[in-house]
């Protein structure tokens, strides 16, 4: 499969902490994006990488891309009870546009 | 519609029935996604359509499911003699191709079926 796999499964925080997500995907990429999904929502863009870029910012996120290693990780920093939602990153092999997403984070940030 | 819309929001059959779920997407989105999420589980793809390219049908789990896109728009995804495993939240996507959208997907709210 060329899913992205997310490591871990699920982390569990308190409000302020910083959230470490990680993302390993198996061949060349295109560029790599996060989402985000609240419960029973659908999900939403967050950031793309592309396979050029090392880091990027956005806002309390921060992305980094190691295409040498394959992987990828997504910082949250103060993060906020708000933030708690499951987080997929989906690798876009250049197969069209299509996306392959992985299994997901599930993040729990307690107040 | 300012994003994209999905329906119904909930569906419950009857195992053996056939289901059409309904996708609207964003307009002028050249790009259409189907996906499938169990309880819990990340996103499996179903089926792409971009433009008037035939559809990438490669991740349709079985005869059962088919999928067609009028007019370049809306899109109806239809299970044919449901079962109780396809029990799951069908969640739809839209994409501008190139350029700086760079595949950035759009999902709706989905659609969750249950099936008895």
């Known amino acids: 499969s060329q899913q992205g796999e997310e490591d871990p499964q699920a982390l569990s925080i308190q409000e302020g902490e910083n959230a470490t997500m990680n993302c390993s995907y198996k061949t060349s990429i295109n560029n790599l994006q996060w989402y985000r999904q609240n419960s029973g929502r659908g999900l939403v863009h967050l950031i793309l990488i592309r396979s050029n870029e090392r880091e990027k910012h956005s806002g309390r996120l921060r992305v980094t891309l190691d295409t040498s290693k394959k992987s990828s990780s997504l910082l949250i920093t103060a993060s906020r009870a708000a933030d708690t939602a499951s987080y997929f990153c989906?690798?876009?092999?250049?197969?069209?546009?299509?996306?392959?997403f992985g299994q997901g984070t599930e993040l729990s940030v307690k107040p | 519609g300012a994003g994209v819309s999905q329906s119904p929001s909930n569906k419950v059959t009857e195992k053996g029935k056939d289901v059409e779920l309904r996708c609207d997407p964003i307009?002028?989105?050249?790009?259409l996604y189907w996906y499938r999420q169990s309880l819990g589980q990340g996103l499996e793809f179903l089926i792409y359509?971009?433009?008037?390219?035939?559809?990438?049908k490669s991740g349709l789990p079985s005869d059962r499911f088919s999928a067609e896109r009028t007019g370049g728009s809306v899109s109806t995804l239809t299970i044919q003699r449901t079962q109780q495993e396809d029990s799951a939240v069908y969640l739809c996507a839209s994409s501008l191709r190139g350029g700086v959208a760079k595949n950035i997907q759009y999902f709706g709210a989905g659609t969750r079926l249950s099936v008895l």
């Open positions: 359509f971009q433009g008037n390219s035939a559809p990438d």
């Open positions: 989906a690798p876009d092999y250049n197969q069209g546009g299509k996306l392959i």
């Open positions: 307009s002028g989105h050249t790009a």
